[in-house]
């Protein structure tokens, strides 16, 4: 366990489908991410909450939509997606925003578009 | 686009044998961070070298920031099994982290 929960481990959804992704931190860090890790690419940020504002957005598809009720949760909501994108979807936090400090990831969702 | 290149994409070491992974930046970075992926797991944070021509160990890596903080490296003494898995470096960019492709280590027994 890594202090970051990420459920569900494993989502097969459907182009027309709506999930969401849940993040949950019990370290009391300040900062979250969302990453996207698709198979031989670098990790790509897409989004950055600090202190629950959202600080980033790597221009990342409308069909992706992150949520921030507060500086323990992240959620990431998806609908009509594609099948690019298919992905490990990571949750990370810090103790505060910046590079300066450690990230925690969670264990990710294995997402699969079909 | 990228801001930390890693070298070399895929390291095939012998069990027992020495390899060292290299990352490097165009630009001078404030800190580098190594993190470890294993195989069908998420990355986990080892270690952040903030210090030109810092050296730190832990165990069997050795974790090494260039004097002119735009290179960094890690060495592995005699490799086991348990060290499979994708090695990235990562860089601040614009105040946020980059990351490299990583390095993919696969270990013959």
């Known amino acids: 366990e890594t202090g970051v929960t990420q459920t569900p481990r494993h989502l097969v959804m459907g182009m027309t489908n709506k999930k969401s992704l849940k993040c949950e931190q019990h370290?009391?860090?300040?900062?979250m991410y969302w990453y996207k890790q698709s198979a031989k690419k670098p990790l790509e940020l897409m989004f950055v909450?600090?202190?629950?504002?959202?600080?980033e957005n790597n221009s990342v598809p409308s069909r992706f939509s992150p949520e921030c009720p507060n500086s323990s949760h992240l959620f990431l909501h998806l609908h009509t997606l594609q099948p690019e994108d298919s992905a490990l979807y990571l949750c990370?936090?810090?103790?505060?925003f910046g590079p300066g400090y450690g990230y925690t990831f969670g264990s990710g969702t294995r997402l699969t578009v079909v | 686009g990228q801001q930390v290149m890693q070298i070399p994409q895929y390291q095939h070491v012998q069990e027992g044998e020495d390899f060292t992974t290299y990352c490097n930046s165009s630009?001078?970075?404030?800190?580098i961070q190594w993190y470890k992926q294993r195989p069908g797991g998420h990355p986990v944070f080892l270690i952040q070298?903030?210090?030109?021509?810092e050296v730190k160990k832990q165990k069997r890596l050795t974790f090494q920031f260039g004097e002119a903080k735009k290179n960094s490296s890690l060495h592995i003494t005699a490799t086991q099994t348990t060290d499979v898995g994708t090695y990235f470096c990562?860089?601040?960019?614009?105040?946020?982290?980059?990351f490299g492709a990583g390095t993919t280590v696969t270990v013959r027994a």
């Open positions: 070298l903030v210090k030109s021509g």
């Open positions: 370290l009391g860090h300040n900062a």
């Open positions: 990562a860089g601040p960019h614009d105040y946020k982290l980059s």
């Open positions: 630009t001078t970075l404030s800190n």
């Open positions: 990370a936090s810090s103790t505060t």
């Open positions: 909450y600090s202190l629950e504002e959202r600080v």
